[in-house]
């Protein structure tokens, strides 16, 4: 046990505060700089942090939301798995099961205990996403039956016991993984991160001492949780309502699949309510409660509730910012599966879940909220056989858009919820793989949703295959359009393209595994665009000038939506503009005005 009744005064606080978050900065940065797969080296679809006793987050890194907060979850099912087994210096676990707390599958953890004086005191840990864990299909699995087909589970496995390889276990994995190599290589980085973590904690442990290391991080956590419950008590009680839908499981393309928000506010608690969303589905297509369901919650309220942007002091992020947010989804649904369902394919239903929190509260909280957001992740997985014959797997995360927002325009394409990967260098996928880029830039197919702040444009990415291979992927939202708010406009569904050598392209399912394609063919992904937030007809006819003229508006959409004239050779006519808009919003107040006509009766 580690609780420490010490108080540290404020500026040691804020001196141990800082070094905390500075370990687990560095943790993040070793493991993407170390790794060899180009998801972790260049997405840097990572996270790592400190750990405590009873599990809590003492410190994170800025990696993905959703790989910080389900380290926790991950602890837990090691400590259940272990059975009161005993931890070791030396000792380095490996896990990654989804029903013993792991986000999904391929994002394996790695923890190191640390030890300080011969006591056992934290723990460091780390995710990562891998390229291949000898799934079903290469590098990503959508139409599977259960879990044991997402390939290599781990259940606190230890790597090293005593500072003792297990030979066996890398056997093991060299054998299961079509990417052995760069598998086994990305673990030793992630290995060498967590070392490095505790070798860190003990330093800091020997300059000020364990009772002021740890009365110093449960201050912070209560300062974190007391941050958190005072901008929860600025809602309003209440119960607020959203729903929307999945397209499909990506096998039953006939069903879609509701996804059902209530957010009931009480005090300064909250708890987000899934009761009423789809049932669990026979595909990939669940959430792993603890390790998904529960992170995408807190991300959403840590998003909204303290932006840095809006805050005088940035917040230390730890387990304080998830005490006061409870999570219910019943057991059996497609946030809360089943053993042995599968549930590899989960991040677009978090995202969609994260919006439709938005929606819910954006009437009680107009100022924090967005527009609809692209809210969903466009996941590919390429792949193909070498000449020596041998795999190689590339994994890919696409940009989507933000909705409109109370004071800017949504930005353009970006990674937006709780996603925070970066983008692959098209120079780096070129030099390494069998791919070419022919297009990666903004759409402009389609207009993004219209407001007095515009919302973002979804990108469009080409790859093309050199060779014969195949094409996994995971996307959502090309029936369900982001949402318009405060009068706004809604945004754009998303789209997937295939084509072929000959030139043929078909629009296909935002969701589809291990799609045979040849040589000289590929895939187009077009992401959704947002949604507008705030009356077109107040947007600045200046800023609509700017996007006509960089081809983001055209110039019959600036007249109709937004009410602004401008000629063939660009030029703003403010008087034409002037009583257009003033037709316009006569023309609403009369269609409000007029009586809705009476039900037809027998």
């Known amino acids: 046990m580690n609780p420490s009744n010490t108080k540290v005064d404020p500026i040691t606080l804020q001196v141990i505060s800082g070094a905390l978050h ?114 079903a299909t290469p590098g990503l699995i959508i139409d599977i039956p259960d879990v044991f087909a997402e390939g290599m589970l781990f259940a606190g496995i230890k790597l090293y016991e005593g500072g003792k390889r297990n030979e066996g276990l890398w056997q093991y994995i060299s054998h299961n993984s079509r990417t052995a190599k760069q598998t086994k290589d990305d673990i030793d980085a992630q290995i060498a991160s967590a070392m490095l973590g505790a070798q860190r904690m003990q330093e800091l442990l020997d300059t000020y001492g364990k009772e002021t290391v740890f009365g110093a991080a449960d201050q912070l956590m209560d300062y974190t949780e007391a941050m958190m419950r005072s901008r929860i008590a600025e809602i309003p009680d209440g119960e607020y309502f959203a729903e929307g839908y999945l397209d499909d499981d990506g096998a039953n393309r006939d069903k879609r699949l509701p996804i059902k928000v209530c957010v009931r506010v009480t005090g300064d608690s909250v708890e987000v309510d899934l009761t009423g969303s789809a049932d669990q589905v026979p595909t990939g297509f669940n959430v792993p409660f603890e390790g998904s369901t529960k992170p995408a919650c807190y991300c959403a309220f840590r998003a909204m509730l303290t932006d840095a942007a809006m805050m005088e002091v940035k917040l230390p992020p730890n387990e304080g910012s998830f005490r006061p947010i409870k999570v219910t989804a019943p057991k059996g649904s497609i946030f809360n599966p089943i053993y042995p369902a599968a549930a590899e394919a989960r991040f677009t239903q978090c995202n969609r879940m994260i919006d439709l929190i938005i929606k819910a509260l954006a009437p009680v909280m107009p100022q924090r909220v967005t527009a609809g957001n692209s809210a969903t992740l466009s996941f590919a997985a390429y792949s193909g056989i070498k000449a020596e014959g041998d795999y190689w797997v590339f994994l890919e995360v696409n940009e989507g858009a933000y909705g409109g927002r109370p004071q800017s325009d949504g930005p353009d394409s970006i990674d937006n919820l709780m996603a925070n990967t970066r983008n692959n260098p098209i120079e780096d996928l070129g030099m390494h793989l069998p791919m070419v880029c022919d297009r990666y830039e903004l759409r402009d197919d389609v207009m993004p949703g219209a407001g007095q702040f515009r919302g973002g ?40 393209e295939i084509f072929l050598p000959d030139g043929t392209k078909q629009d296909t399912y935002a969701k589809f595994s291990n799609l045979r394609v040849p040589a000289g063919g590929g895939m187009a992904y077009y992401a959704p665009c947002g949604g507008g937030y705030g009356d077109p007809l107040d947007r600045p006819a200046r800023k609509v000038l700017e996007d006509v003229m960089d081809d983001f508006c055209t110039l019959d959409h600036a007249r109709e939506v937004y009410g602004v004239i401008i000629s063939g050779d660009l030029l703003l006519d403010e008087a034409a503009t002037q009583a257009r808009r003033t037709l316009l919003r006569l023309e609403r107040q009369t269609a409000d005005a007029t009586p809705a006509p009476e039900p037809a009766t027998a």
């Open 22 to 135: 500075t370990i687990a900065e560095e943790m993040g940065h070793v493991l993407y700089r170390m790794s060899f797969s180009s998801i972790i080296r260049e997405s840097q679809d990572i996270g790592a942090g400190l750990f405590d006793l009873q599990f809590n987050t003492l410190t994170e890194s800025e990696g993905s939301p959703l790989h910080i907060g389900s380290i926790p979850a991950y602890l837990r099912g090691i400590d259940a798995c272990l059975q009161g087994g005993t931890w070791n210096e030396g000792d380095v676990v490996l896990h990654n099961h989804p029903y013993y707390g792991a986000s999904h599958s391929p994002d394996l953890c790695i923890v190191v205990p640390v030890f300080w004086r011969g006591e056992l005191v934290a723990f460091a840990a780390n995710t990562a996403h891998h390229v291949d864990i000898g799934a």
């Open 457 to 496: 444009i979804g990108v469009v990415k080409t790859q093309r295959l050199l060779t014969d291979g195949a094409i996994t992927h995971e996307s959502e939202r090309h029936l369900d359009v982001p949402w318009g708010a405060f009068g706004g406009t809604d945004g754009a569904a998303g789209r997937v």
